[in-house]
């Protein structure tokens, strides 16, 4: 299994205060050749989710870092797709990471380019402030 992300258990006791219920973590994804671990199963109003958490903390690489985690959802989602899973995937980011790079025009274009689906916490006080889907 790999490793969790520094934030993943504050994301994980957020989404419970949300009143989300977490059904697995570390969900196994296989295709030939190939396992891809996505962080987290939940249910959110009735509906089965998964989530990948990323913490965005970096050392001054804060292109590469959004490369990274936006490279890693759209590869879970090719993938999701490609298996039939028809379960809508997240990116769970904290909120520096959502009001620094992700508001900048880079990370709005991408976002939007690619549809993908956030979720805004708060890993101090562990809480949920914005679902965006």
């Not at 994804?29 to 089965?48: E, F, H, T």
């Not at 709005?108 to 993908?116: E, M, R, W």
Request: proline share 4%.
């Amino acid at each position: 299994m790999p490793i969790k992300d520094i934030l993943h258990d504050a994301f994980v006791h957020a989404l419970i205060k949300a009143g989300g219920i977490v059904l697995t973590e570390q969900v196994l994804i296989k295709i030939p050749n190939r396992r891809l671990w996505v962080d987290i199963r939940a249910i959110r109003n009735g509906l089965r989710i998964l989530i990948e958490v990323k913490s965005f903390q970096y050392n001054g690489a804060a292109v590469e870092y959004l490369a990274s985690a936006i490279g890693k959802y759209l590869l879970y989602q090719a993938v999701l797709e490609h298996i039939e899973v028809d379960l809508p995937l997240f990116l769970a980011v904290p909120t520096f990471a959502y009001e620094g790079i992700l508001s900048e025009l880079i990370g709005q274009l991408v976002i939007q380019k690619s549809k993908i689906k956030l979720i805004v916490f708060d890993p101090e006080r562990e809480e949920i402030t914005q679902w965006l889907d």
